[in-house]
Every structure is written in C-alpha cells, then in structure tokens.
C-alpha cells in the first residue's frame, strides 16, 4: 500500500527555521516526483514544488522560487520542505504528493504550521 | 502563465441530481487537466485524470470529459458523502508546473 506520512504539527515563531518530513512507503520511492502543496486557512490548493529522488531535481513554482527548500534524503525515502525564515503568512497547511501520470495520485495526511508571536 | 477559471464556486444540490462544475483554461492546455475532491478536514482526492480518465476505486458516478481549454466534471447522481470542495487543477511538464483552480465547494440541500 502506498503511503505519504508527514511529521506533525508545528507551532513557530517568525523568524525561526523550520523543516517539515515526509516518508514514502509502499512503492519505489526513487521513482516518482514528490511535490508540495500548501493550503492557507479557509483557501485553495496552491502547488510549491517538486523533486525526484533519484537524482534531486528539483523544480519550484515561480510563486515559491526562493522562499523555501525542497529536498530529499533517497536512502530513508523522506522528501523535506524547509523554511529559513517563517513569517506569519506562512501559517498553512502544507501537504506533500506522489506524482503519478500527470496527476497527484497520493497525498500525505498534511501538516499544520503555525507561525505566531 | 495559464490561469483556470473554475466555477460555480459554490453549489447546493439535492441527493440524486445531477451535478456539472466546469474549468476553464486561459489557454489551450490539451487534455492535461485532473479534478480533486477534498472533504472538510481531509487530505484531497484525486478522481479524475488527464481529462476523462477515472482513478482506480472511484466510483462511476464521477466524470470528466473536455480538451483544449473546456473542461466538466460531472456527479450522475449526488450522493450525501460527496459533500466536499471540488478542484480542477492543469499540469505541464516542461517545465513543470502545476495549477488549480480556485475550487467548487458542494453542500446538499
């Protein structure tokens, strides 16, 4: 079966560094992009980003070039999403995805990033 | 960049109706177009991909159809558990990117 689980929620600071997880099992996970979509309190779907394990290319949506870090670590089958510096807009729901023909054919169960002061 | 125009944005039907939302793209975008539904609290769905094709262990009552840049989903006949907020969203590989439209939310009435 295949899963997408991500860490769990976080409560931040602005100006704090954050890093998110999320571990692919039940298929190989090499072998498929994994992306990013954040969702904003009471808002759409907004996709980040995407890499591909096997050789970490990664691709960022214009919107999000440079505002965060997308990576992956292929020998724990993890795919990370990562903040220098949070800001309050960056409070969000963040899913990762399995990318399968064309579409977004798993979805991690999400997670909540609170950044308050 | 391609924009999608979804709509209506909200909806209200009755059990056993039959429901249409449509997405329009700002331009030709082929048949690369997948719908999503995303119950309240929940992680999205995919139902629907390139188009018209139904993903494995959705039930039948969904579909798609359209190219270009006209694209409908389709309930055949509402049932209460399909009370969600429904997206379509066009992809391209080259490079890569991804958007969606602003979304339908659905309520029974």
């Known amino acids: 079966e295949v899963q997408l689980v991500q860490s769990g929620a976080e409560v931040k600071k602005p100006g704090e560094s954050l890093k998110i997880s999320c571990k692919g099992s039940?298929?190989?996970?090499?072998?498929?992009?994994i992306g990013w979509v954040r969702q904003m309190p009471g808002k759409g779907l907004e996709w980040m980003g995407i890499?591909?394990?096997?050789?970490?290319?990664?691709r960022y949506s214009p919107s999000f070039q440079g505002q965060v870090t997308i990576s992956a670590d292929k020998s724990i089958s993890t795919a990370y999403l990562q903040w220098s510096s949070l800001k309050a807009s960056d409070t969000a729901m963040y899913y990762c995805?399995?990318?399968?023909?064309?579409?977004?054919?798993?979805w991690g169960q999400g997670t909540l990033v609170t950044v308050s002061s | 960049d391609i924009q999608m125009t979804q709509s209506p944005s909200s909806l209200s039907a009755s059990v056993g109706d039959r429901v249409t939302i449509t997405c329009q793209a700002s331009?030709?975008?082929?048949?690369?177009l997948n719908w999503y539904q995303q119950k309240p609290g929940k992680a999205p769905k995919l139902l629907i991909y390139?188009?018209?094709n139904l993903e494995t262990g959705v039930p039948s009552r969904f579909s798609g159809s359209g190219s270009g840049t006209d694209f409908t989903f389709t309930i055949s006949s509402l049932q209460p558990e399909d009370i969600a907020t429904y997206y379509c969203?066009?992809?391209?590989?080259?490079?890569?990117?991804?958007?969606f439209g602003q979304g339908t939310k659905l309520e029974i009435k």
């Open positions: 890499i591909y394990p096997g050789d970490s290319d990664t």
């Open positions: 969203q066009q992809y391209d590989n080259l490079p890569p990117l991804y958007t």
């Open positions: 995805v399995r990318k399968g023909h064309g579409a977004f054919d798993y």
């Open positions: 390139d188009a018209s």
């Open positions: 039940g298929y190989s996970f090499t072998s498929y992009w």
């Open positions: 331009q030709d975008i082929s048949n690369y």
